[in-house]
């Protein structure tokens, strides 16, 4: 089956709201192997509602819209459909018993606009609001739309998602045999293009009916491989066994096959290791500790951090020699490596990680450009102290953003390798 | 002049990513008097495409498109306009050169799947593309289309976004003669319903053509006043009125009447006081200080912050009396103020910030929950030393930075009273 989804609202088109429904709809009907083929934002204007749900229900099995039941002059999602389908309204008894409650428990008195919130369309099949006024409406559109359905439901999103979770999802699971698998594949330190030339060839002998999808974001490439197909039909396994060979093939750069963030997973390591980390950031501003300390428990691994933005606070806090800053500059990996030691020492952390770049916009030079990072990774017991240099090419927080990952990055493989 | 705004990829409709990009586009062209009739996620296609772009291009003078230019399989858009219209694609040189120097400076080797992104419509104007690989294209669509243009660009939101401030959003607005104005009004510490109570009257006397929105973010709320007019109407006289009368009646809580953040606005008063700063921060583990040095030039105003998440490390690094922990406990006002000046004497600043609190989920209790905090703010020879205990709602992360904007607020707070 296939679905579209429809947003009304004009708050939706002049950017001043996200449309976050969609999302919760789009997630709720993969998860019972119903596809969505288009997500639609359109104004509150009856004729543009009419032409809208009338083109939709052709290409869909389910339109369902969001938007437009309240009591308010630009809710006429209701009149649309009226007049697309040439049916009438009708008031709803147990809807109007809820609205009747609400209006009742915050001292209100029942007027006709309020009313209309329990007037359904003829021949629906209610969907009850457990968290508003407004009713919801699964309606079959007769043979003029292939008897394909319109859901209609407020806009508001604890509304939506009640009604979708204990009456929509439930009503069309029944209707649907087919199942859906999505896995994504979480990675650092690889870009796109790179990543799509490595797994090239698994990527042409993809099982009929899984699809791979590179979704590029702000610290990096992560893969979705979704496989849809009949229920009891293998579609895990097909699903699997793409995720196991890609995880395999890309196992440099492959921190998670689960929605999880770098961050989060270094935690974890940390954790089940029984190991500290402290921090000591120059370029990253702090972005690298409150990064880690994101992440629920993390003050059982995390111990400290030292921002020492100055050369001052470098030598003073963490102890790194004046000469070191003179002689090789304080973005050098020289630095980094002192910066390391120092915070391993003052922290007392199984490990410190240490930052010192520039983030730009200005403080480049021809041989240290904007973008230029050197990292420090210092490990308790060792006399080996990682360094390494990175360039990035984005603006200020891009740079930290990219520097912060780097640095994650260090510690996650030097933690897999001790695992 | 009448847009629609096409997002094409997958994950749109699979629920994995908020269509953030049609919010920016709107926005933007909400500011050159271009409002939106439609924005439609849709996957990627080709006849999809084909036929959503045809019915986008009859109905409104510009189809903004993006994704699908990168160098995957996926990445069909450029094939899919190429079948819509009938013309085919032509090597753009500047574009060429772009591509050829970002894929040297990573280090990679020209592929005939990278130089794709060269290729541009024939016939069409070459968004440059400052922050990627794939050039973008403005294209007018010839007579079958009532010359109407569309606009293709990459969903990296950042090449995206740079791509509609250079060119697209100048392009035009050269052909538009509406007027649009919109200011918007930065606030801090106060809540939606709280500001409109005191500025009511205010807005029920906007001039005609101007509107007042509340923009509620994840750390408090912004308001936008839009003006629309014809050309040379007064439409900036009325829309700063609104504002002035606005910016004066909530001046405790307005920080600034533009696109500026609150950080970068304590970091332009401390600059222009020629003083500097310094934090200690355990709940908001390093996130005050990354907020603080996400603004260009930081360095000269932020010298140094400590991340003191352990009570060892409260101690050891800032000399927080064992005692004050013992007797208070870590989330104290006692303990803020004395972080507040250990930081004071540590890192020479001029001003100490200091944050302790409880971000979750758990480590709360009923004397001290979830969401509490104790805010320091220590300045130099004065003994003075300012707390402040304030109550959050969110999880971690909104806790995190609902507790760095109150921190911010102090700061701001008192730099106003001294300057």
Redesign the interface.
């Known amino acids: 089956m296939r679905a579209e989804i429809v947003s009304v609202g004009d708050e939706?088109?002049?950017?001043?709201?996200?449309?976050?429904n969609?999302?919760?709809?789009?997630?709720?009907l993969?998860g019972i192997g119903i596809?969505?083929?288009?997500?639609?934002?359109?104004?509150d204007l009856e004729d543009?509602m009419v032409s809208?749900f009338s083109?939709a229900l052709h290409r869909a099995d389910i339109v369902l819209v969001t938007g437009g039941l309240g009591p308010t002059r630009d809710d006429r999602t209701k009149k649309a459909v009226q007049q697309l389908l040439g049916r009438g309204t009708e008031l709803n008894p147990a809807a109007y018993q809820n609205l009747a409650d609400r209006i009742n428990k915050h001292g209100l008195v029942m007027s006709s606009s309020l009313r209309e919130q329990a007037m359904v369309i003829e021949g629906s099949r209610v969907i009850p609001n457990t968290r508003g006024s407004a009713a919801g409406m699964i309606i079959s559109c007769g043979e003029q739309f292939h008897h394909h359905s319109l859901v209609l439901m407020p806009g508001v999103p604890c509304e939506m998602q009640a009604m979708m979770e204990r009456t929509v999802v439930p009503h069309f699971a029944a209707l649907s045999d087919t199942a859906i698998c999505?896995t994504?594949i979480k990675t650092v330190g690889i870009?796109?293009?790179?990543l799509?030339?490595i797994i090239v060839d698994i990527?042409d002998h993809l099982p009929a009916g899984t699809?791979?999808?590179?979704?590029?974001h702000?610290a990096g490439v992560s893969l979705?491989i979704?496989t849809i197909g009949q229920l009891h039909d293998g579609v895990d396994r097909d699903n699997r066994s793409v995720v196991e060979a890609i995880a395999k093939r890309a196992e440099a750069f492959v921190y998670a096959t689960s929605e999880v963030t770098l961050e989060e997973t270094v935690g974890a390591m940390l954790s089940a290791q029984g190991r500290s980390v402290a921090?000591a950031?120059s370029c990253?501003?702090?972005?690298?500790?409150?990064?880690?300390?994101?992440v629920?428990?993390?003050?059982s691994y995390?111990?400290?951090?030292?921002?020492?933005?100055?050369n001052r606070?470098k030598q003073?806090?963490l102890g790194v020699p004046a000469e070191t800053i003179e002689t090789f500059g304080a973005v050098s990996e020289e630095v980094a490596r002192a910066m390391a030691i120092g915070c391993l020492e003052?922290?007392g952390a199984d490990f410190a990680l240490s930052t010192t770049g520039i983030?730009?916009?200005?403080?480049g030079s021809p041989e240290k450009p904007v973008g230029m990072v050197c990292l420090g990774l210092a490990k308790r017991k060792s006399t080996n102290v990682i360094s390494r240099t990175l360039?990035m090419?984005?603006?200020?927080?891009?740079n930290?953003l990219h520097f912060s990952e780097a640095a994650l990055r260090e510690l996650w493989q030097c933690l897999r390798e001790e695992s």
Do not use: W
């Open positions: 939706l088109l002049k950017g001043q709201r996200i449309n976050t969609a999302v919760f709809i789009s997630t709720a993969a596809s969505v083929g288009r997500v639609v934002a359109c104004s543009e809208l083109e999505h994504p870009g796109e293009s790179s799509a030339e990527e699809t791979l999808a590179y979704l590029p702000a979705m979704s921090v950031e990253t501003g702090g972005l690298l500790a409150s990064r880690l300390t994101d629920p428990g993390a003050s995390f111990l400290q951090g030292f921002v020492v933005y100055s606070a003073r806090n003052k922290s983030a730009g916009p200005s403080g360039y090419h984005g603006d200020r927080k891009q930290k």
